[in-house]
């Protein structure tokens, strides 16, 4: 009895130590400063992507070897006045691959991915875009239609013919109008890498959130307006669109088919179809 009373008492003591010295007896402390520890910069509150970071939203914290993390920054000058290509959250260590220098990267060349070009339609009919739904930022699939006519030179008959075709897959919507993709690229990051002999990774290498415009509710527009949309596609989706989109509405049209969030699959086997697959009308 003696033995467990002197224990209890003993405990009570300690814990009275503890709290005269902060609650934790410097365990913080020690566990920071072990060798290899290292002074890094984090944030002291969230940073949302394409925001401005400035001195006051850094703050130098001492983090044990185990804990540091690849691409960390430890000066502040490296951080200071440049804006965020991801989320911060407050307390995350500052990593370079999550900032940039910003160089007025909103405008349309900075959100083109690598190896592919912008290309600009001017849409007759909302419809032909889901109601003129769709958003920067969305991918879709490019559907063509068209119809042609042959005349037999013997029988003087003509021939019609009904075609439509995927001609594009999983491509992204870089504006509707004047409301651009929101993404900001890390020009560091692509320089860090060709200066190391990499190759740079284009716009499509960062992702976030600075839009040059504000998209407003119906600013759509309606079947008397035309809209105008811009992709990202490769330079032979570029042709094969264009051409569907020179020739007149009533010979050949296109629609724009938007993908559910994150299916990235492609259609293989069959692309094209015609009046008989329709109706199912071929002789098996």
Same mark, same amino acid.
């Given at each position: 009895?003696?033995?467990?009373? &002197?224990?209890?008492? %003993? *405990?009570?003591?300690?814990?009275?130590?503890?709290?005269? $010295?902060?609650?934790?007896?410097?365990?913080?402390?020690?566990?920071?400063?072990?060798?290899?520890?290292? %002074?890094?910069?984090?944030?002291? $509150?969230?940073?949302?992507?394409?925001?401005?970071?400035?001195?006051?939203?850094?703050?130098?914290?001492?983090?044990?070897?185990?804990?540091?993390?690849?691409?960390?920054?430890?000066?502040?000058?490296?951080?200071?006045?440049? =804006?965020?290509? *991801?989320?911060? &959250?407050?307390?995350?260590? =500052?990593?370079?691959?999550?900032?940039?220098?910003?160089?007025?990267? !909103? !405008?349309?060349?900075?959100?083109?991915?690598?190896?592919?070009?912008?290309?600009? +339609?001017?849409?007759?009919?909302?419809?032909?875009?889901?109601?003129?739904?769709?958003?920067?930022?969305?991918?879709?699939?490019? +559907?063509?239609?068209?119809?042609?006519?042959?005349?037999?030179?013997?029988?003087?008959?003509?021939?019609?013919?009904?075609?439509?075709?995927?001609?594009?897959?999983?491509?992204?919507?870089?504006?509707?109008?004047?409301?651009?993709?929101?993404?900001?690229?890390? +020009?560091?990051?692509?320089?860090?890498?060709?200066?190391?002999?990499?190759?740079?990774?284009?716009?499509?290498?960062?992702?976030?959130?600075? @839009? %040059?415009? *504000?998209?407003?509710?119906?600013?759509?527009?309606?079947?008397? /307006?035309?809209?105008?949309? /811009? +992709? @990202?596609?490769?330079?032979?989706?570029? *042709?094969? #669109?264009?051409?569907?989109?020179? #020739?007149?509405?009533?010979?050949?049209?296109? $629609?724009?088919? !938007?993908?559910?969030?994150?299916?990235?699959?492609?259609? !293989?086997?069959?692309?094209?179809?015609?009046?008989?697959?329709?109706?199912?009308?071929?002789?098996?």
């Amino acid at each position: 009895m003696l033995a467990a009373l &002197f224990g209890v008492l %003993s *405990a009570g003591l300690m814990f009275a130590f503890l709290n005269s $010295r902060g609650g934790d007896g410097g365990l913080n402390e020690s566990l920071s400063s072990g060798d290899g520890a290292e %002074s890094v910069l984090v944030v002291t $509150r969230n940073v949302a992507v394409g925001e401005k970071i400035v001195s006051d939203m850094v703050t130098s914290r001492t983090v044990p070897v185990g804990g540091l993390l690849e691409g960390r920054l430890n000066k502040s000058e490296d951080i200071v006045g440049k =804006v965020a290509t *991801a989320p911060l &959250f407050a307390g995350e260590q =500052v990593l370079a691959a999550k900032i940039t220098t910003f160089e007025n990267q !909103t !405008t349309l060349a900075y959100k083109v991915p690598d190896g592919m070009r912008a290309l600009g +339609l001017q849409v007759p009919h909302e419809a032909w875009i889901n109601g003129g739904l769709v958003q920067p930022g969305d991918r879709v699939d490019v +559907l063509a239609i068209s119809i042609t006519s042959q005349v037999d030179p013997l029988t003087g008959q003509e021939k019609v013919t009904i075609l439509s075709g995927i001609i594009a897959q999983d491509v992204e919507v870089l504006a509707v109008k004047q409301t651009l993709v929101r993404r900001i690229p890390n +020009l560091d990051e692509q320089a860090r890498r060709a200066a190391a002999g990499g190759a740079t990774t284009g716009a499509a290498a960062s992702s976030g959130s600075v @839009a %040059s415009t *504000a998209l407003k509710e119906g600013d759509m527009g309606t079947y008397e /307006t035309a809209i105008s949309i /811009t +992709l @990202a596609v490769t330079p032979e989706q570029a *042709a094969k #669109i264009a051409i569907i989109d020179i #020739i007149k509405d009533d010979q050949a049209q296109y $629609r724009i088919m !938007t993908r559910q969030k994150g299916d990235a699959t492609k259609l !293989t086997g069959q692309v094209t179809w015609n009046v008989e697959d329709v109706f199912d009308t071929k002789k098996k």
